[in-house]
């Protein structure tokens, strides 16, 4: 039985390095593309940027100036879209109109529940009163550079190219005196684990086949050809569905060159816990097939097992060095290299720790079919979200 044990974690172990070989492969191919791409550079079209927006996430105010802070050739206006005219975000519309008057900035109160989804029923409303062709939908907390718009909506200059989405990190709380390890975890994951598997994707399935909400470029066209906002308020996971309804309707998703912030709250563990089932299970309704085969990109703790199933034998450790040594030069790659996040370089002494609970909230997903979403419980099926009721003692 300890040698059947030992076997399996091996090839497991084996199999992740693999998979973190194939990632710097990726990250390899990613970063040759945008080398060797030629875009138009005067290419500018008008363009809409819709924010959903719901209550005041901590760094959101800056995130929206930067937002009115584009130096893009082109004209772009911000409709922001909120449930009711009591939201507390409203104030911070307001003051961010005051202070940017030459911004064409427009509040829309979406009073319509389409689906689910309040946020996407929301975009469906919003959508109407977008003035321009060009549609660019991003969440209330992204923070983006003055060339975000330019470099985005550049991509658009080749006609195959049906939607635009852009890599991203999750930003801590200035000056880290105050993080807790859980938002260090979830930020550390995002650079080093979620999106080197964008990459590995992305090569090795010619091109990616989904959007990330961090950005989603799109056109009106283009969305009606691919059946709308509308059919997708009842899902969790709305932005992967855009993205696979437009490259299913022919047209080709590039991820841009442009990497975004978006902000990690000050995690105790629950939230950090229900984030990630969140985010979990979500990728299980979405990429069915390739999620069963993620438990194997965990090859620390798959080495670690082997190390103990083998009895701490002196070769379980030289691989458990390898594989050490391809999960930093990931993190690296991806995290530093791409994406210039110098949190990555703060943190890297968790990543042993960030990939036992990969593995565990990977495993831990296949128990339920419930996520917790704004502190509300929802279940989910085939990626469609339905409330649960709460149950009354």
């Known amino acids: 039985m300890a040698i059947t044990i030992e076997a399996i974690t091996t090839l497991l172990t084996l199999a992740g390095l693999a998979y973190l070989l ?21 290419f500018a079209p008008d363009v809409t940027i819709l924010k959903p927006v719901k209550g005041v996430d901590q760094r959101m105010y800056a995130g929206l100036v930067s937002h009115c ?9 911000i409709v922001f879209g909120v449930s009711s005219l009591n939201d507390p975000a409203v104030g911070e519309i307001e ?7 030459a911004c064409a900035i427009r509040l829309v109160e979406c009073r319509e529940r389409l689906g689910t989804s309040g946020k996407v029923s929301n975009l469906v409303q919003m959508l109407r009163e977008a003035r321009y062709e060009h549609v ?3 969440d209330s907390d992204i923070r983006v550079s003055p060339q975000y718009l330019t470099r985005v909506m550049q991509c658009f200059s080749d006609a195959k190219v049906g939607m635009v989405t852009a890599p991203y990190i999750g930003r801590t709380a200035e ?17 080093t684990d979620f999106l080197p598997g964008v990459l590995t994707a992305r090569k090795l399935e010619g091109g990616i086949r989904f959007g990330l909400g961090s950005t989603l470029a799109t056109s009106k066209s283009v969305l009606a050809k691919a059946g709308g906002l509308e059919p997708l308020t009842e899902y969790l996971a709305d932005d992967y569905e855009m993205g696979a309804r437009i490259a299913a309707a022919g047209y080709r998703v590039e991820l841009a060159n442009e990497v975004v912030e978006t902000t990690v709250p000050e995690y105790h563990y629950r939230g950090f ?4 089932l969140r985010w979990a299970r979500s990728t299980r309704d979405s990429r069915k097939l390739g999620y069963l085969g993620l438990g194997i990109t965990y090859a620390v703790p798959w080495a670690v097992m082997t190390c103990v199933a083998s009895g701490l034998a002196l070769w379980s450790f030289s691989l458990l060095s390898v594989v050490l040594l ?20 703060r943190d890297l002494w968790l990543l042993p720790l960030r990939d036992f609970f990969g593995l565990g909230f990977w495993a831990w997903s296949f128990a339920g079919n419930t996520v917790v979403w ?5 279940a989910l099926r085939d990626g469609r979200i339905t409330p649960v009721p709460p149950v009354s003692l």
């Open 95 to 101: 003051r961010l109109q005051a202070e940017f008057p």
């Open 22 to 42: 194939l990632a710097l492969w990726g990250t390899r191919d990613f970063a040759h593309y945008w080398r060797r791409k030629a875009v138009d550079v005067g």
């Open 175 to 191: 000056g880290g005196g105050g993080l807790t390890v859980w938002s260090r975890l979830e930020a550390l994951g995002i650079s």
């Open 136 to 138: 660019l939908i991003n």
């Open 326 to 345: 391809a999960r930093v030069a990931v993190a690296l790659s991806v995290g530093v290299g791409v994406l210039g996040d110098e949190q990555v370089l």
């Open 69 to 77: 802070r584009q130096q893009y050739a082109g004209n772009f206006e």
């Open 273 to 276: 816990k229900d984030h990630q």
């Open 374 to 378: 704004r502190g509300e419980l929802f």
